[in-house]
């Protein structure tokens, strides 16, 4: 018992801790600055979604979503790899849509308290 002990000790001290979600390793800003599609203005938006798509694997893997913010980092790779894939499939350029989904993003005010009806006397 107390080998086994030892050897689960051993491999505990020896072994390297795996990072959870790796997000840095996606090297989103390198392929951003390395691929010339990606910094050309027309593609500001496709880049600004992939930074999106980082920071959002970021806070899952904050909230212990590892499962969820792996495979994010995988498709942030993905589209990152073949920049000409991610423009054509963010080509929506709906003006309505991109008006609607700029609205949620805004904070709302609260609701103020449902008030109470006055007690009867």
Same mark, same amino acid.
């Given at each position: 018992?107390?080998?086994?002990?030892?050897?689960?000790?051993?491999?505990?001290?020896?072994?390297?801790?795996?990072?959870?979600?790796?997000?840095?390793?996606?090297?989103?800003e390198e392929t951003i600055a390395a691929r010339?599609?990606?910094?050309?203005?027309?593609? /500001?938006? +496709? $880049?600004?979604?992939? !930074?999106?798509?980082?920071? #959002?694997?970021?806070?899952?893997? %904050?909230?212990?979503?590892?499962?969820?913010?792996?495979?994010l980092v995988a498709i942030v790779k993905q589209l990152a790899a073949d920049?000409?894939?991610?423009?054509?499939?963010?080509?929506?350029?709906?003006?309505?849509? /991109?008006? +609607? $989904?700029?609205?949620? !993003?805004?904070?709302?005010? #609260?609701?103020?308290?449902?008030? %109470?009806?006055?007690?009867?006397?």
């Amino acid at each position: 018992m107390r080998a086994t002990a030892a050897i689960l000790a051993t491999f505990v001290l020896v072994l390297p801790a795996r990072a959870a979600c790796d997000v840095t390793n996606a090297k989103l800003e390198e392929t951003i600055a390395a691929r010339g599609e990606l910094r050309e203005a027309a593609n /500001a938006q +496709a $880049v600004r979604d992939l !930074r999106t798509l980082r920071d #959002a694997a970021i806070i899952l893997e %904050s909230y212990k979503f590892e499962p969820e913010c792996e495979r994010l980092v995988a498709i942030v790779k993905q589209l990152a790899a073949d920049p000409d894939k991610a423009i054509e499939q963010s080509g929506d350029t709906d003006e309505d849509k /991109a008006e +609607a $989904v700029e609205r949620t !993003r805004q904070p709302k005010a #609260a609701m103020p308290p449902a008030s %109470s009806p006055a007690p009867a006397r």
